[in-house]
């Protein structure tokens, strides 16, 4: 089956700095790439997803980029703020589109 | 529009008992989800249903029975509770795209304890 490997599993960063997280996936039928945002004790949110059809897609401070032909994705956060810190999960959608499996999760923490 | 709702928040059971978590979601989605989370091994997919009447394992299926008998419910089964099934478990939904997936919207989640 598929399998999603997300680095780093902790980012600590200086409020104003970006920050990176990076994910590599398996199966290369996979075509939908989510990232979701989880506070504590809060469910997942989807914060931005990008289809296998785009190369790079921003939202605000935000952006996904996707490399199909090395099958890596990542997350970039720009003029990151306290409000930023969580754990963020990458996923891949594979089984022909039924099933999304998530990477182990990056917390990342801003600091003052 | 609720989204999907959980039920119970919370439970403690003590080792063989038995109980069944419930999922409801209101924006017609046919497909369904049942995860469980564990610190530092993200979330890993239990059962899930593409429509009603039909079910399939996921990575961790094993101790866990689900049903869909309704296209708004999943029901997610424990018949006789382990320590290791102490955990978060979320349900999650999406509806059915013909090309490109669309996004898992998730429940509260359950926090569940075995003693």
């Known amino acids: 089956g598929e399998n999603v490997e997300q680095h780093p599993s902790t980012l600590s960063v200086q409020e104003g700095d970006s920050a990176v997280i990076k994910c590599t996936y398996s199966?290369?039928?996979?075509?939908?790439f989510p990232w979701y945002k989880q506070e504590l004790g809060k469910r997942p949110q989807l914060i931005i997803d990008i289809r296998s059809n785009v190369g790079e897609k921003k939202d605000q401070r935000i952006a996904v980029t996707l490399n199909k032909t090395a099958k890596h994705f990542s997350l970039h956060i720009t003029e990151t703020q306290p409000e930023d810190s969580a754990v963020y999960f990458c996923?891949?959608?594979?089984?022909?589109?039924?099933?999304?499996?998530f990477g182990t999760g990056t917390q990342l923490k801003v600091e003052l | 529009n609720a989204g999907v709702t959980q039920t119970p928040k919370f439970r403690v059971l003590k080792t063989g008992q038995s109980m069944t978590l419930l999922c409801a979601q209101d924006m017609n989605h046919e497909y369904m989800y049942w995860y469980r989370q564990d610190p530092g091994m993200g979330l890993r997919l239990i059962h899930y249903?593409?429509?009603?009447?039909?079910?399939a394992k996921g990575e961790v299926p094993d101790g866990y029975n689900v049903s869909r008998l309704k296209k708004q419910n999943f029901l997610l089964g424990l018949e006789s509770a382990a320590p290791s099934q102490t955990s978060v478990y979320f349900c999650?939904?999406?509806?059915?795209?013909?090309?490109?997936?669309?996004?898992?919207?998730f429940g509260n989640g359950t926090r569940l304890t075995v003693t």
């Open positions: 249903s593409v429509g009603e009447g039909t079910t």
């Open positions: 996923a891949a959608f594979t089984g022909g589109g039924n099933k999304l499996t």
């Open positions: 199966d290369s039928a996979s075509n939908y």
């Open positions: 999650a939904s999406k509806r059915r795209e013909s090309s490109y997936n669309s996004p898992l919207h």
